[in-house]
């Protein structure tokens, strides 16, 4: 089992598409693969290849220098689409930690955090500041999940993450054992459930 | 006080427990699996953990079933192994299991409504995002990930962060020949693909409430297209009417107890949403998407847009989405042509989708090749009950069975590179009906009369004095 994690200080590489969505992310004729054997090379897959089927040089993710990105910074609307979680896995296992983005599908944010990978929310202007730090070149990056930052160079700029999700990546929470902990509670309204309102159990 | 919202009751009603940090715990009333779930029955067996309420769980093949061969030995290896493992992880776990070969099986959205599994005033979740078609039932479909479809598995709970509420308006009435599909399709080019994000939606006002049960769901479908969490139509005598007698509905004194209940459930008059918008339902026109995000959409009557008269932030993208579609900046909508037609999937896959296609094609002939995949087995048969098949094959389009097919492509019908598609599906992305596919997305009788034309075409010249 992962560990969870407060900072991360990685590589960051601008991706300056507005609506990545997770159709992009996972194309949806690998999803049937196990997974593990691992998503990372379906990653963004068809996005980063040109007609012919050959990864696009000039696309940031398949430059040189990104070999090692730990972190992206994207424009608007990143994840909508598909609840598929597949995406969020194709992202983990190619070593991303971090997405920086003004907005987040929400299915595709609640994914994230529960695989550990912090879906940070800036506004439009900020992910224009960290796009231009970025421009050139991948930079290295500092997250603070704590403080709710993230610096490049001089660049510091503050994100938000739901507070739910932020302690969850953080103490590596598993909801499963959470609600577990309920579980009498459920067990009572489950039983009022059968008396007030039978008609909520399906007839067979 | 102000009142609550139909929403509010609904969260009320289905709150187990709220935690400090603002996330409830809330009752899953039904759990619909499809060949997805491996993943999360992987994460189940990895903790050794039983499925707590096989009772309310319920398995259905759609995805990757095959919709031109019933043989499973033509079916391509993905679809075989996709298709077994929900077999035997619904076998293993004791649920009832709609396969290949079920006459009721169909896709998910659809034979949800169409069992009466889906009722009003219930929670019902799928990991799927198009779940909130069951809203049209006054219920809250969610669509949740991997990792919540192994919880709900193992608790019959979902731990949720309360959306905020938009009342979505359409006021007046839709003229002849638009449908739920444009109603969709307009709102969400007006607010951008995640103009709703972080909201449970309520549409609301005349146009709604005229719309059957079937263009309902297309409306509620297509929420997500918008970036909502879900969206919902408070139920009424038609909801009722349609729920009445379905296989898993209740029945006796228990209906009756839930029609009582079903009759009070609607927003209150004073209740407040975080947000509303409002539309003329007379105003809007038959709409087309014309590049890669759904809300690239426009009345059939515009043009294209023209990279060279919009702010640079925004000229790029749409320079991208024209180049992927191969369209020319600034020409009229109507006219491009097309290579073929999909007329199916959960947001326009039922009977009446099919009916109102059948009407445009009735003794006419397409002139591209095209694919009909009614959304359930039950809708096929309805449709040849009825005979919609013989409209729709002597027209020389393909009648298919019944599955998620060349909506996302997953069971082998895919569109080929460059190749453009009408489709009446609810997603246009990049490479959705395959890689390099170009989708138009559009209502079932548009998509007939872009069969009957080669091209992209007002619908409504092609059903004058046949509505
Ligand atoms: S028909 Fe398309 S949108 Fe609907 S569930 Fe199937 S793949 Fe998803």
Known sequence: ?204 | MSGQTLFDKLWASHAIRTEDDGTSLLWVDRHLLTEGSHHAFGKLAERGLELAEPSLTFAVADHYVPTRTQLKAQWNADSRRMIDTLERNAARHGLRHFGPADPRQGIAHVIGPEQGLTLPGLLIVCGDSHTSTHGAFGTLGLGIGATEVAHVMATQTIRVVRPKTLRIRFDGMLGPGVGAKDMALAWIAQIGADGARGHAIEYAGDAVTALSMEGRMTLCNLSIEGGARLGMVAPDAITIAYVEGRTYAPAGPHWDAAVREWTELRSDEDADFDAELVLQAGDIAPFVTWGTSPDDALPITACLPDPATLPADKAEKVREALDYMGLEAGRPLAGTPVDQVFIGSCANGRIEDLRLAARVLESRKACVPGLVSPGSSLVKAQAEAEGLDRVFREAGLEWAGSGCSMCVGMNGDIVAPGKRCAATSNRNFRGRQGPGARTHLMSPAMAAAAAVTGELTDARQLLEDRL
Request: proline share 5%.
């Open chain 1, 1 to 204: 089992m992962k560990s969870g994690w407060t900072t991360h200080r990685g590589i960051a590489v601008a991706l300056p598409i507005e609506g990545i969505n997770t159709d992009q992310l996972m194309p949806a004729r690998f999803m049937s693969t196990p997974r593990d054997q691992g998503y990372a090379k379906y990653l963004l897959h068809d996005l980063r290849r040109d007609s012919g089927g050959e990864l696009a040089p000039d696309f940031p993710l398949n430059r040189p220098e990104a070999g090692d990105a730990s972190i992206l910074v994207a424009r608007r609307n990143f994840g909508g689409g598909s609840s598929r979680e597949a995406a969020v896995y194709a992202l983990v296992d190619a070593g991303i930690r971090a997405v920086i983005a003004p907005s987040f599908g929400d299915i595709f944010a609640g994914n994230a955090a529960n695989n550990g990978l912090l879906a940070a929310q800036v506004t439009e202007q900020d992910a224009g500041r960290l796009l231009a730090a970025l421009e050139s070149a991948p930079a290295p990056a500092d997250v603070d999940l704590e403080g709710g930052s993230i610096t490049i160079r001089d660049l510091r700029v503050a994100f938000n993450v739901d507070e739910v999700r932020r302690l969850k990546i953080i103490n590596n929470w598993d909801d499963i054992d959470l609600t577990r902990n309920h579980s009498a509670q459920i067990a009572a309204y489950r039983k009022r459930l059968q008396i007030t309102r039978p008609w909520v159990f399906p007839r067979d």
